[in-house]
């Protein structure tokens, strides 16, 4: 009963989101208000501590609402200084192709993004850029929040791992005692697990380019064809395979801060080129129909009017796409220079700590944020292109708005997260009650030992669809996982490819996080429409996890399971290129 009760406010998402629809601003108080009350007569959570995870939750939301309205800002900078025109007939120069130019921007783009900075910027940035395209507003963040998987468990220079991981298994007698009875350190560890979690990435995600086409003609395109995305599939594979063998190798030889910068700097580097001779490119050109044919519900407030292909760009596209360029510098910079990196995190820094007299502490780091890169930028820009007084006025105005629609929705949400996460009693009184998702976990742990590594993802995918972070999520559950393999009898060595499929499952929970997905929708303008994108992005979550259940069961406990592991994505891809047509998904 009380694993059942703790998978309430789960469901509670689950059923107002993608079964009713209903938009996040009225879905996300209602689950606040069952967390809450859960948490304080069933979990008899102290109210004060509740009090606290709210207050963190609402602090939280307010540091993303400042991303999104610096995201944003950015695009409608870009838009009324005219070089949007220009990056958008760049893209065209590469590929007319909607599906090259989709894996271009976001499994590419988007993932140089993730690994420079994470924590849900490539939504920032990315599905921006693909709104300037011309690409629906709900294309725009279904695509970008499919890629926020192989890359994430890489995403800030290694972070899910480095601190994620490390930080849920470091002092623990238990997991110490194992690898030092097999002669490991334990940075050793840590660095084989980030190699496993790259191995299970790899197979599973090269992958993702395939399915975002097809995603994109079925949910988008004239025809509603799966088939249309199979058309891709040779330069799918191409430009999938370029990202993950480099992203591998850089995990398993070099650590775990590199592997999607690498990946993605490298993958760029392959692909736009062949892509602008055609190598390997469809045949044919898909685009999608012009904007007055498209549904309702998939356009965003801020989709941009149809632009003229052959109206005369004010800038190159070298200078339009420079500000893109400029965050992405910044970025890395500000996230592999340790000395600049201290300078950030240790200056205008606001913190709250031990809020109401509880444990939980309250920390924004202002020039840490990717927010303030976005804003810099952006100020940059009104000098860049010689931007008017009224043209600057629109794009802050129309930021503010878009930012202040956003705002219930992540008002609720994260609070609500941050409740959840925070439940329970204190270790200390005579008979505690584990938090929400630690009673989660062990209830399938109890049920599902005998199979643990198909489990041990979806571990790690609900941890990020709870707390929005695949950090997070290893750092509530990285113990747990390593304590449950021990306990089915598997050794050090055996115990950490368990911990990386729970890494592997917490990026790809990154895809259905309401957190990330609010987030997504609101820099493209795309308010209360967020349990359309939930029901899209959960297929492509279940594909990745249960790949990666199949691929740690062959790995972990019986090489007979690659035959599943095989045969998994060709039922996958076999069946949705049998579907029918049809505009109902």
Known sequence: MLTFLALLPILIV???????????????????????????FVWQTAG??????????????????????????LLNTLKESGAIVAIRQGFMGISPDRRVQVIIVAWLFGSLIEGSTGWGTPSAVGAPLLLALGFPAMACVMAILMIQSTPVSYGAVGTPILIGVQS??????????????QGIEFSQYINQIGANVAFVHSIVGFLIPLLICCFLTRFFGAKRSFRQG???LPFAIFAG??????YYLTAKFVGPELPSLVGAMIGLAIVVPAAKMGFLTPKTTFDFEHRDNWEEEWKGSLAPANIDVNEKAKFGVLKAFSPYLLVIGILIATRTIKPLKDWLNNNLVITFSNILDTSITNKTQLLYSPAATLLLVSIICIFLFGMKGDAIKKSWKDSGITMLAAAPALLFSIPMVQVFINSGTPADVAEPILAMPKVLAAGAASVFAGAWPLVSPWIGALGAFIAGSNTVSNMMFAHFQWSTAAQIGLDAVGASKVVSLQAVGGA?????????VVAACAVVGMINKEGLIIRKTLIAMTYYCVQAGLI?????????????AIIWPVVVFGGLSMLGKGKNA
């Not at 009090?51 to 995201?71: K, M, P, R, S, Y």
């Not at 395979?241 to 480099?246: D, S």
């Not at 790809?508 to 990330?516: C, K, L, T």
């Open 230 to 232: 199979f058309e891709a």
């Open 241 to 246: 395979l370029a990202f993950t063998i480099p």
């Open 168 to 181: 849920g298994l470091e002092n623990k007698e238990d997991v110490a005692g194992a690898i030092a009875n």
């Open 48 to 73: 004060n501590q509740v009090a606290a995870a709210t207050i963190h939750g609402v602090l939280t939301a307010i540091n993303v609402l400042f991303i999104v309205f610096t995201a944003v800002l």
């Open 14 to 40: 689950f059923l107002l989101l993608v079964v009713m629809r209903l938009p996040a601003k009225v879905a996300m108080p209602v689950a606040y208000v069952a967390t809450a009350l859960l948490s304080l």
């Open 552 to 564: 740690g069961m062959a790995f972990t406990f019986n090489p007979t399971w690659w035959i599943a």
């Open 508 to 516: 790809a929970g990154n895809m259905i996080s309401v957190h990330n």
